[in-house]
């Protein structure tokens, strides 16, 4: 009977494990804060982080976006690369390109999707 | 190898606008589009997508708000890489009990070349069956003869010594406990001419090494033995420790031959 109620509790503790939802990554409104002519790099940096690419001596930024379906979120991934050189876009879904003017504010952007 | 190649420089795009009937051609029997996308490289790559870009007006800017973050660049900026894999059939072996089963893979590449300016010189489109081409192989390929690229990698230096490794900085052999098990950041260790130099593999060709280490500022250099083989320990004049795991041909698995070709190396730098 002891056994009986150990197993019980054992597959209701286990039970309530899978019931436990991971919470959800990413955010719906992550790339709302971009505005041409508005957006400086230092929120860029201060909303997203470290880019995973730099050009033309950092008037170009890259970011690599995950999405999440369920809540439509958007969340920043880092670059995975091979040995060859070749990244993977398997995580990543988007590629947000922002180009910024000599002053360090957003010219233009595009969310462009990759995968 | 580089098996199939479509081009749209500066001429092609000329004669598609004269209606260069051989021009156009060259376009639309290219059946390089065939399979479908492997999930794990990027799915944007038609083979329409050199079109999008005037040579001469295109900036570089340009392509990537069209195309995204490239998948390579060249040290100078000077070309960019994008790079796409199609399935284009499967294969099995095997019989009663068993058997393995894999795809026929084929890679296809955009490289976008440009002038000083960053303007598009031409973009033009490979493809290579059973397996990538390395990204540097890709990128190095012969340029136009307005590029900056050939000249810029010319220029650059070749290491003297180069190893697939896995840098772990701050470790001193196995120490911190638990450091025999660290995995390291993955990348190429670069013995050059006056420095060690380390390249992420996560990192992009135009950005600076995770470390430059003069050799001149090199007190120390040993191999440890730990469970799964040799560890380089590296000492510098700061009090600074790295240690690598010096990986073998195929960048895989520590090996014992490599760490020690490396250590050889620094030492015959350091006794110079």
Redesign the interface.
Known sequence: MKGKSLFAMALAGFLAGCATSQPLKGNANLPDFLADGKTSRAEVALKLGQP?????RE??L???LGFEPKNKGHFVV?????????????HAR??L?L?FDDNGVLR???L???? | MVQRRQSLGANSLAAGARGDAAGLRAGLSDPSDAGF?S??????LKKQTPKQFTPGQTT??GV??????????SPD?GKLGY?SEKVCGFWFIGGQGGGVAGTFNKDRYLVAEFDAE?RLVKAERLATWAG?????AVLTRPAGANSTAVSSAARQAAPLLEK?ARWLPGVNGCEPRGAASMPGE?GRMLCMDTDLVFVS???????APGLTLPYSAITSVRVDKYVFGRRLVVHGRGGDVHSFDVLGPK?RAPDKQAALAVAGFLQARLNH
Do not use: C
């Open positions: 995973s690419g730099r050009f033309e008037n170009i890259t970011y690599r880092e670059r995975e690369a091979r040995p060859e050189g070749w990244p993977t876009w398997l988007y590629s390109v180009v233009k952007h595009s462009v999707e990759v995968n | 996308d999930g794990k490289a990027r799915a944007n570089r800017a990537m708000l069209a195309l995204g973050e490239p998948d390579a660049v900026e790079r960053g990538s081409t390395p990204a540097k697939p993955a593999n996560g990192q992009f060709a135009n950005a960048g």
